[in-house]
């Protein structure tokens, strides 16, 4: 799935769900585990380094009863690279895959997928394809009407109906690097903290969004000209 459809919150959920024990048995004594490679990187001075604290840790991890988690799997992929560098990593991940001494859930994006991952036919026998599409405009639409139910009890912050359509609108239009929901998320996320500023400064009379909030935020995400936008917040927001 592209960004921001929802990959890496669908495995939170499935986490939450096992410790709340909401799954079959077979899955309740299972954790989900994610390998950090930044800090395995830590100390590797060598060539090789890397690799070998990669395949003790895999090695380890045939003992417990988790789900390795890898996002961004063709991160672990470098087309052409040297013996020696992130492309070992995939024939490491390959010899625990072709035992069945592991479970793997990893995440990629469309580009990636064709790129890299696709071409790889022996990776791909290992694994069952999931697509995470876009959420469609009336599944975003519950999300931020639970986000302003929130975000009303918590601060009195209003948010019409007009205001979740413009901030869904805006964000399916101009917002390209990221996918629904995501996208509409980081737009009222932003615009919120927009009006909290206005409403510290004293200058709203009403806490309630109003469409110009949205307008400034998408005109400050995408670079565009300055907007109408007080000078006193400005200043605040440096």
């Known amino acids: ?35 950090n490679f ?19 840790l895999l090695t380890d991890f045939k003992s417990q009863k988790s789900i390795l988690v890898l996002e961004d799997i063709h991160l672990m992929i470098a087309t052409g690279a040297p013996r020696g560098t992130s492309m070992d990593l995939i024939n490491i991940l390959k010899q625990f895959l072709r035992e069945n001494s592991i479970q793997v859930i990893a995440t990629t ?12 036919n022996t990776l791909m026998s290992f694994f069952q394809r999931v697509t995470v599409n876009e959420m469609p405009v ?38 390209r690097e990221k996918k629904s929901p995501d996208s509409a998320v980081m737009v009222f996320e932003r615009t919120v ?36 936008m007080p000078l006193s917040i400005k200043e605040r927001l440096q």
């Open 38 to 56: 930044v800090s395995l990187l830590t100390g590797s001075k060598y060539r090789g380094q890397f690799e070998e604290k990669v395949l003790k």
């Open 193 to 228: 903290a927009k009006v909290k500023c206005k409403i510290h400064l004293g200058e709203l009379n009403k806490f309630e969004v109003e469409p110009t909030d949205v307008a400034e935020v998408v005109s400050d995400m995408l670079n565009l000209p300055e907007s109408n």
């Open 109 to 120: 994006n469309y580009e990636e997928f064709k790129n890299t991952i696709e071409k790889d």
């Open 1 to 35: 799935g592209e960004s921001g459809t929802g990959k890496t919150t669908l495995i939170n959920m499935l986490a939450t769900r096992i410790l709340n024990r909401e799954v079959p048995d077979k899955m309740r004594d299972l954790r989900l585990q994610e390998i």
């Open 138 to 175: 009336d599944e975003t639409k519950k999300i931020l009407r639970n986000m302003c139910e929130d975000l009303f009890s918590q601060e009195k912050i209003i948010i019409s109906e007009e205001i979740i359509d413009q901030i869904i609108e805006s964000a399916r239009r101009d917002i």
